[in-house]
């Protein structure tokens, strides 16, 4: 049986994987300000930072549960992308994902309120960007599909310029599910 998760994130896209995974779940989104990544930490650690973050300020609003916590960034040529500020640079973004293949991060992190415990993973998946017409690309950006997405694009809106070439669909969608699921089994005591 799976545990019933609160969800520190407000993401349609990370609900609608928990739920087609089969998960119960509650929202509770952390509301807290995302820092802008820093060359001191890598991708992975910026990601698993932000995924600890957020669950570990639900905790502190809770006397129990089980939170779950994510992070999603795109890493390209070096440079972490988080999700764009306005049209301009979510441009900026696609310009520089086209032809290249972009590294999706996603940190996640279970914490179990009554025994301060936690764990948390970092799940990588390889995309594919396509090259785009200047049609092409005024068209997407005219479409705001952009708005609120890592990298500036959503793989689960079967946009055609990207294809995951390694790993986890999920990942690229915003929650690796199947490393979730490993982590529950990794440490039931969690989930207790």
């Not at 390694?166 to 699921?181: T, W």
Request: hydrophobic share 40%; with cysteine.
């Amino acid at each position: 049986m799976k545990p019933r998760l609160i969800l520190a994130s407000e993401s349609p896209r990370r609900q609608q994987l928990l739920a087609e995974a089969g998960y119960e779940f509650e929202i509770e989104p952390a509301g807290i300000d995302e820092p802008e990544p820093s060359a001191e930490m890598s991708p992975w650690a910026f990601a698993a930072h932000l995924a600890w973050r957020k669950a570990a300020e639900v905790a502190r609003r809770r006397s129990s549960g089980l939170i779950l916590g994510a992070d999603t960034i795109c890493v390209v040529e070096g440079e972490v992308l988080t999700k764009p500020l306005d049209r301009s640079d979510a441009e900026r973004m696609i310009r520089l994902q086209e032809g290249r293949n972009t590294h999706v991060i996603t940190g996640i992190c279970l914490y179990r309120v009554d025994r301060h415990e936690w764990v948390g993973a970092v799940d990588v998946s390889v995309v594919q960007f396509k090259r785009l017409s200047d049609d092409d690309r005024l068209n997407y950006l005219d479409s705001a599909r952009w708005q609120g997405k890592s990298g500036g694009y959503g793989v689960q809106d079967h946009d055609p310029f990207v294809d995951v070439v390694r790993g986890s669909f999920s990942n690229v969608v915003g929650l690796p599910v199947e490393r979730l699921g490993a982590l529950l089994q990794a440490y039931p005591t969690l989930a207790v």
